[in-house]
């Protein structure tokens, strides 16, 4: 029987049209890469699985030019609120600088419709390519590209050429196992039930966390009247093998209200993992997401820390297409993500162990340990600004130290506009050269020595004054600009495309950038 071969070339293959591969995507075709998206399921997910994205994940968003398309299927959330053993609120966990990062702070979703406005701008864009039913078969790769095999259910099978191939194909990753590549962890026994239900009355913008140890629970309320529901079982409740019947959901859900069969949209049993592959990179293979690491909900970080990994790794994969940066900076992706994903991972377990003991004598004494320490108002701040996260900096990879923060988004007046712009959209989505109260000379100096980068460039008015001189100035209009870069004052600031500091110095003291950065192309003071 005769098989037809389509063949497809691009520049990136990225294997799994889940969040976290559209997402990818969507930010390597913001950056003029042409990719190819390959997905084992002939639709997108009917499955609501991810519920919260994070005010870096929309300004990731924002980035890849789908801020807007996003904002419509979130609810603008501030955080969690946790409850003691007798359901009473404990504190509330939110951001420490609300709308740092030009969005707010934690926001519930329902996958279904992310995965729906992702696809939508995948499909209509003409740098992509998009195969829904494509099974992945083979991966091979050499010095001079990869080669990613795929069946469809119609009996036609493909081929896609590239540079280079994302694995973003969930905890069961194919391209993981084709690479033979390990995880590290634990998978935890316990199973939940996770319930999630159309036509409730729950309208709050938080998560709500009950650490009651008789049923531990969950209540993550969306749009529309859209709720989550997650249940702690009882031994003989069920588990991962198990589709839970409609008795058990309107069971747990009776002490919170009536359910009928078609309010439920979904309803399956979970056992959580703390899990990382040993390896994210492979040759021309990279792991993204669930592919390169599992957590448990309690942090509400599994989408996000995917959302992250794209932010971190598409826009090098891009710099080294278009030739400035060597190779060598795709060895950064790891090296910059692992040690964040791991804490991460570890956080999460450490909330689960906290909130949702069973164990009826520790969580009376966990209780009357935070009925005690909150009366200290440093210590509150502590846990309702949620000072226990692990910070998303780095210390080694593509920078010089001591740089590696990230900068805020600030509203900022743009003297080039004439308008008040978030930060990002002032600066746009490449790198970016920052003179901090210094003069357009010495910007100008800087950006001589690194035009190979084509960074934007502005000058930061500093101390409440509108300096002349000539070139664009970027003016504080709420104390938030000052705020972020005060710590940079009399220096220039070399921002990476993904809002990270690469580089600060004074004027006339360009470091060596070569090395450091993994420019393609040497950098000359």
Known sequence: MRVDMESLRAEVAVVGAGPVGMTAAALLAARGVRVVVLERNATTSDAPKAISLDDEALRVYQSAGLAERILKVIVPGIGTRYYDALGRPVLQARAPQPGRFGYPFKNPFAQPDLERELHASLVAHRGVTVRMGAEVTALDQDGDGAEVRYRRADGTAGVVHAAY???????????????GVGMTGRSHPESWLVADVLGDHHDERYGMHH??????????????????YEFLLHEGEGGPDDHPDFALVRRLLAPFRPITPGQVERAVIYRFHGLVADRWRAGRVFLLGDAAHMMPPFAGQGLNSGVRDAANLCWKIADVLAGRLTESALDTYELERRPHAE???????????????????????????????????????FFEEMRYRPPHTYRTGLLVPPAGTMIGQPRVFDTATSSI????????????????GTSAADLDDAAKALGHLAPSTARIAVDNRLPAGGGRLLVDVDGRLDQEFTPHRGRIVLLRPDHFIAASWPPGHLPALAGALHLATPAHA
Request: glycine share 12%; charged share 30%.
């Open 165 to 179: 191939v994302l694995g973003c194909d969930g905890g069961r990753s194919t391209i993981r196992g084709l690479l």
């Open 211 to 228: 650490g009651d140890p008789r049923r531990p629970h969950v209540i993550v309320p969306g749009r529309d009247g859209r709720c989550r």
């Open 343 to 381: 804490a991460t991972v570890r956080l999460s377990e450490r909330l689960g162990r906290i909130v949702m003991s069973t164990d009826a004598r520790w969580a009376a004494r966990r209780d009357a340990y935070f009925t005690t320490i909150l009366r200290d108002p440093a210590k509150r701040a």
């Open 421 to 436: 712009r978030l930060l990002d959209d002032a600066l746009g989505t490449g790198w970016a050269l920052l003179a901090v």
